[in-house]
Nanobody, 124 residues
């Protein structure tokens, strides 16, 4: 499984960006997908995820501003980011896991396959 993110860039505070993640192939078993981010000098953190049963979860810091989704064929994963803040500045990664996460989590250690990341920079 190879994941490739796109859609990052530089925006002013209050702006929007839509990140995309495409996979070369998806596992032939149930999987969960998620977005993570890592700012310089900080640990990688979960932003949003979709579990095996379609459950979505978000970090408290992005609730009401970010939306995670997949297209109908589940070929692509998206992260719509609105009302961006300077503290959202980070490298954003998509990731996938076939581990049966119960309860569903977006902890980095639970995810197996990772993309290379796309940079998001929000200026004030």
């Amino acid at each position: 499984v190879q994941l490739v993110e796109s859609g990052g860039g530089s925006v002013q505070a209050g702006g929007s960006l839509r990140l995309s993640c495409a996979a070369s192939v998806y596992p032939y078993r149930p999987y969960s997908v998620a977005w993570f981010r890592q700012a310089p000098g900080k640990e990688r953190e979960g932003v949003a995820g979709i579990g095996i049963d379609g459950t979505t979860t978000y970090a408290d810091s992005v609730v009401g501003r970010f939306t995670i989704s997949q297209d109908n064929a589940k070929n692509n994963l998206y992260l719509q980011m609105n009302s961006l803040k300077p503290e959202d500045t980070a490298m954003y990664y998509c990731a996938l896991t076939t581990l049966p996460l119960r309860p569903f989590t977006i902890r980095p250690r639970d995810y197996i396959y990772w993309g290379q990341g796309t940079q998001v920079t929000v200026s004030s």
